[in-house]
């Protein structure tokens, strides 16, 4: 069931690996600067599902069952939903302390959560063998129209609220404050991780149209983006963020 690798799976089975490494480092490191924070352990907890997301994309690139391979990415994207609602809900309580977990609020977190089991079941994902592969085969992904505009809305439109909250904080909080500058790299981060998941996915859609070499390229940068994406939010964090600094600085 494990094919030879090829250059192509070399390289996401390497870039990831390590990806999902730094990822487990940073979701440490922020659950240690305060393990008290609910904001800290939401986004510690989102950096294992980042971590468990690139896991499974190191590992489907070296399958050859395509039955497998459709399973393991349609759980991909139900992970990056789950991380981006706990991103959401670390910027929500850092903006809003406990009261935003009791709002109407979270009737957003319900709505992802129906869309990312819906991505589970909804057609649209086809796994084929690469027509230049290694014995035994390589399996490429594509996405139908419906199944990208599924998989992308909920996911932005919670990045984009999220983003809203960190700069609701930084907004409001002094120019001099180092809290200000934490919000700053953690909302820049977030719009960067956006970016970074838009381009790894687009050759899903757009497997047939564009030359291989542009796709890996679309692939490469997006890992440095969630890379650098990851270390912005990192960055951001190790400013001991709470409610009391918060409320101190307002």
Not at 18 to 23: P, Q, R
Not at 116 to 124: A, H, T
Not at 146 to 152: K, L, T, V
Request: glycine content about 6%; hydrophobic content about 55%; charged content about 15%.
């Amino acid at each position: 069931m494990i094919a030879a690798f090829s250059s192509r799976q070399l390289f996401i089975v390497v870039t990831f690996s390590i990806a999902a490494i730094f990822e487990i480092f940073c979701s440490f490191m922020v659950l240690k600067r305060d393990p008290h924070y609910q904001g800290n352990r939401f986004t510690s907890i989102a950096y294992l599902g980042l971590t468990i997301g690139l896991i499974i994309s190191a590992m489907y690139v070296i399958i050859t069952d395509r039955g497998l391979v459709e399973i393991l990415q349609r759980f991909i994207n139900l992970f990056n939903i789950i991380t981006v609602i706990l991103l959401f809900l670390s910027a929500m309580y850092i903006s809003e302390g406990d009261e935003s977990l009791r709002s109407y609020r979270m009737i957003i977190i319900v709505v992802d959560l129906f869309f990312g089991l819906l991505l589970i079941v909804l057609p649209g994902v086809t796994v084929f063998p690469k027509d230049i592969a290694v014995p035994e085969g390589e399996q490429l992904i594509e996405w139908s129209t419906p199944y990208f505009i599924g998989a992308i809305v909920p996911l932005y439109l919670t990045l984009c609220l999220t983003c809203y909250y960190y700069g609701k904080v930084w907004r409001d909080i002094p120019s001099e404050s180092p809290i200000k500058r934490a919000c700053f790299l953690i909302m820049i981060g977030t719009a960067i991780l956006g970016l970074g998941h838009f381009l790894l996915v687009i050759p899903l859609v757009f497997r047939r149209a564009i030359d291989e070499i542009i796709l890996l390229g679309f692939t490469s940068i997006g890992s440095v983006g969630i890379l650098i994406s990851s270390l912005l939010i990192f960055l951001g964090y190790r400013t001991r963020i709470s409610e009391m600094s918060i409320l101190s600085e307002v």
